[in-house]
Every structure is written in structure tokens, then in C-alpha cells.
């Protein structure tokens, strides 16, 4: 079973930064996705940033040039750098582990980002 553990989430003020981490255990897979997901009061879980083990790597439009992801095979920890922040980046962050071959999809519980104007 598959184990996320997230960590960095905290209160900031505009234009200031936080990094996340993302720890996995317990068997990860080869062939992975590892992203983060937000998800804002009263709206949907939203993709922010993901990274493959392939080395592809995607950012939501509202994030391009403010984060960046990062990703440690040694210890199977994703990072994602967010600078610029914004009020509207406020959510719970969620690490997500996705196994394409079988189908697993892992969640951390969340890490609770507040970015104050």
C-alpha cells in the first residue's frame, strides 16, 4: 500500500512563497504520476502541477511561471516551489500518486495553504 505524507502548507502573505513536499512509501511503483491537487472552499479538486517519471511535466495556466515541481528519485519526494502566490491560491493541497498499469491512485490528506491579500 501506498503511503503519501505531505508537509510545508501554512499561512503567507501575497507575493510570498511556500514550498510542499510529498513523501511516498510502501511500494512505489516504476511507473508513476506524482502530482499535487488543490482544492478551494465550495469548489472542485483541481490538477496543479504533475510530473512523470518520464520526466513529462504539466502546469495549470494559473500557476505557469509561479511554480515549479520537482521531483527526488533517491527518496521518492515531489516539491513544488510557489512563488508569486496569490489569495486565490488559497486550498488544501493534496499529493496524488497515479500507477497507470494498475490503475492505483493514492492520496495524501492534505496540506492547508492560506495566502493572505
Known amino acids: 500500500q501506498v503511503h503519501l505524507v505531505e508537509s510545508g502548507g501554512g499561512l503567507v502573505q501575497a507575493g510570498g512563497s511556500l514550498r510542499l513536499s510529498c513523501a511516498a512509501s510502501g511500494g512505489v511503483f516504476m511507473l508513476h504520476t506524482m502530482g499535487w491537487y488543490r482544492q478551494a472552499p465550495g469548489k472542485q479538486r483541481e490538477l496543479v502541477a504533475s510530473?512523470?517519471?518520464?520526466?513529462?511535466?504539466f502546469y495549470q495556466d494559473s500557476v505557469k511561471g509561479r511554480f515549479t515541481i520537482s521531483k527526488d528519485n533517491a527518496d521518492n519526494t515531489v516539491s513544488p516551489q510557489m512563488n508569486s502566490l496569490k489569495p486565490e491560491d488559497t486550498a488544501v493541497y493534496y499529493c496524488?500518486?497515479?500507477?497507470?498499469?494498475?490503475?492505483?491512485?493514492?492520496w495524501g490528506k492534505g496540506t492547508l495553504v492560506t495566502v493572505s491579500s
Open positions: 496524488n500518486l497515479y500507477h497507470p498499469p494498475s490503475n492505483g491512485n493514492y
Open positions: 510530473l512523470t517519471t518520464g520526466g513529462a511535466i
